[in-house]
């Protein structure tokens, strides 16, 4: 098992740091290998996506992924920013089906800024399809500056697009995790205005024709927002495209009490997958040892579930998340009005109460 390390920015070398050290608490063979990616690759060797680190990410089975970002590189151009490296792995990898569970862990039900009653037992999984859309439609801007900004432009535009092909691969992954869950799934897109969603609608009821034991409903994303927030227990598997995708995930991150609990899993058609939490570098937080590890160490469990065939190793972890929860340990974000029995401890001390729980 060749596990590529790309901690990136800000947060991320400090959440990676404490991923890793519960990965090597398993004991488990298994061999990780460190690069640099996002804005201290650009810094280093002048690309945020390093010839050397895209080889790694391709000749490992896995790929753990901290964040990258940071607001100093904002003058860049576009394609020397470090959020390029993450669509650039994306791509090279063909890694199109991003999975973003949203559980509620019942011990931060007071976390979230939601009534405990929304959202107590919420367990949801976000499908978001990750290499089409505006995110890599073409051309992606009229180019009128070399810093990445356009003073005086008088038009920008993106173009939203996806195939046949792209929705169907997507729509299977969809109804194939359904089948292990409710056997429901909820497709999201906006066809009351955008052809890519009139099309996205058309195939995802035309795959699920070989899906007879699914239930296909379909909801446009305005609606699936409100609803999100209204009344999220009543959704269970959601498939939709890369944009809303990446905003209704964020948004459902806050039903479970912080965006630090969210893990995320993208994979390609040969099972290979870059697991990463799914908030970003944090640049507001950096170096100030207090950001959560828990969303990058459950990703490290899906990277064992998903990637790496280790199941048994997947739940211990997972297990060992909601005991130091149980034992009242939390990082800042997800402290609330803390309370009896309730302790505020740092990343490193999380990492560590996690890998104590393991055994
Ligand atoms: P962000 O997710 O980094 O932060 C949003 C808020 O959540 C901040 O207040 C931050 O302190 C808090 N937060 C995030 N993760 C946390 C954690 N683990 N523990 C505690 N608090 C946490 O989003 P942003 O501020 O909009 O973006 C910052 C940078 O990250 C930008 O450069 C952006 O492009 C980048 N970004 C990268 C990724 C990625 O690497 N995949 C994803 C999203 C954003």
């Known amino acids: 098992m060749k596990i590529a390390v790309l901690a990136g920015d800000g947060i991320g070398t400090e959440i990676v740091a404490e991923a890793v050290k519960v990965l090597l608490a398993l004991d488990l063979k298994m061999e990780m290998e460190s690069a640099l990616v996002g804005g201290v690759a650009y810094d280093a060797f002048g690309h945020p996506l390093p010839p050397a680190t895209l080889a790694?990410?391709?000749?490992?089975?896995?790929?753990?992924?901290?964040?990258?970002?940071?607001?100093?590189?904002?003058?860049?151009?576009?394609?020397?920013r470090p959020e390029q490296a993450i669509l650039g792995l994306r791509k090279e990898l063909g890694l199109f089906a991003n999975f973003r569970p949203a559980i509620c862990y019942e011990e931060l039900v007071d976390a979230s800024s939601l009534k405990p009653e929304l959202i107590a037992g919420l367990d949801?999984?976000?499908?978001?399809?990750?290499?089409?859309?505006?995110?890599?439609?073409?051309?992606?801007?009229?180019?009128?500056?070399?810093?990445?900004?356009?003073?005086?432009?008088?038009?920008?535009?993106?173009?939203?697009?996806?195939?046949?092909p792209e929705i169907e691969r997507i729509a299977h992954v969809a109804f194939d995790a359904a089948r292990k869950r409710s056997k429901r799934v909820?497709?999201?897109?906006?066809?009351?205005?955008?052809?890519?969603?009139?099309?996205?609608?058309?195939?995802?009821?035309?795959?699920?024709?070989?899906?007879?034991?699914?239930?296909?409903?379909?909801?446009?994303?305005?609606?699936?927002?409100?609803?999100l927030v209204k009344e999220p227990k009543k959704f269970d598997v959601v498939v939709t495209g890369n944009m809303f995708g990446d905003i209704l995930s964020d948004e459902a991150s806050m039903l479970t009490g912080s965006i630090g609990m969210l893990p995320s899993a993208s994979l390609n058609a040969s099972n290979q997958g870059l697991y990463e939490p799914s908030h970003g570098s944090a640049p507001d937080i950096a170096g100030k040892g207090i950001?959560?590890?828990?969303?990058?160490?459950?990703?490290?469990?899906?990277?064992?579930?998903?990637?790496?065939?280790?199941?048994?190793?997947?739940?211990?972890?997972?297990?060992?998340?909601?005991?130091?929860?149980?034992?009242?340990?939390?990082?800042?974000?997800?402290?609330?009005?803390?309370?009896?029995?309730?302790?505020?401890?740092?990343?490193?001390?999380?990492?560590?109460?996690?890998?104590?729980?393991?055994?």
């Open 56 to 80: 790694l990410a391709k000749a490992s089975d896995a790929i753990l992924f901290g964040a990258v970002g940071d607001w100093k590189y904002d003058k860049l151009e576009r394609q020397f």
């Open 124 to 164: 949801i999984l976000i499908i978001r399809e990750l290499t089409g859309d505006i995110y890599f439609g073409q051309p992606r801007g009229r180019r009128v500056a070399t810093d990445g900004h356009f003073p005086g432009a008088e038009e920008a535009f993106d173009t939203m697009r996806y195939s046949r």
């Open 291 to 359: 950001a959560n590890p828990l969303a990058t160490i459950l990703s490290a469990a899906m990277m064992l579930r998903f990637s790496l065939g280790q199941a048994d190793a997947a739940l211990r972890i997972e297990h060992a998340v909601k005991a130091v929860l149980a034992k009242g340990l939390r990082t800042s974000d997800i402290y609330g009005k803390g309370g009896a029995g309730i302790t505020k401890v740092s990343t490193l001390e999380m990492g560590d109460a996690v890998v104590a729980a393991l055994a």
């Open 186 to 227: 909820t497709s999201v897109d906006k066809n009351n205005v955008l052809e890519t969603s009139q099309l996205w609608k058309d195939v995802m009821i035309e795959v699920a024709q070989q899906y007879p034991d699914i239930t296909l409903d379909h909801m446009l994303v305005d609606n699936a927002a409100m609803q």
